[in-house]
């Protein structure tokens, strides 16, 4: 399934969000900063991401469901949709 802009609109200002958390954290480790407030903002990246990809699969899910009503085919199976999903846990 291709994505694009307008379908996972809320999944890339997750992803951009957490560009921008990711480079304060190697910037805070190059400055040498304090560990615990390092690995603080590291966990709030690996959280923003995690939801980035979980809306992806949401909206693919919702995608493919729109599809299937519509009497079109999915463009993935509830087996490779799963199968995503689970990457992501």
Same mark, same amino acid.
């Given at each position: ?6 379908? &996972? ?10 560009? !921008?958390?990711?480079? !304060? &954290?190697? =910037?805070?480790?190059? =400055? ?5 407030? &390092?690995?603080?903002?590291? =966990? ?8 980035? !990809? ?23 199976? &509830? ?7 689970? =990457?992501?846990?």
């Amino acid at each position: 399934m291709e994505l694009n802009e307008s379908m &996972v609109g809320d999944a890339l200002t997750r992803l951009k969000r957490a560009h !921008g958390q990711l480079a !304060g &954290v190697i =910037a805070m480790i190059e =400055a040498g900063e304090d560990c615990a407030k &390092v690995l603080t903002q590291l =966990a709030a990246v690996s959280k923003a991401l995690d939801r980035a !990809g979980f809306k992806i699969v949401a909206t693919g899910l919702r995608h493919c469901q729109d599809a299937d009503r519509r009497g079109d085919e999915p463009p993935m199976s &509830v087996a490779e949709l799963e199968k995503l999903f689970l =990457a992501l846990a």
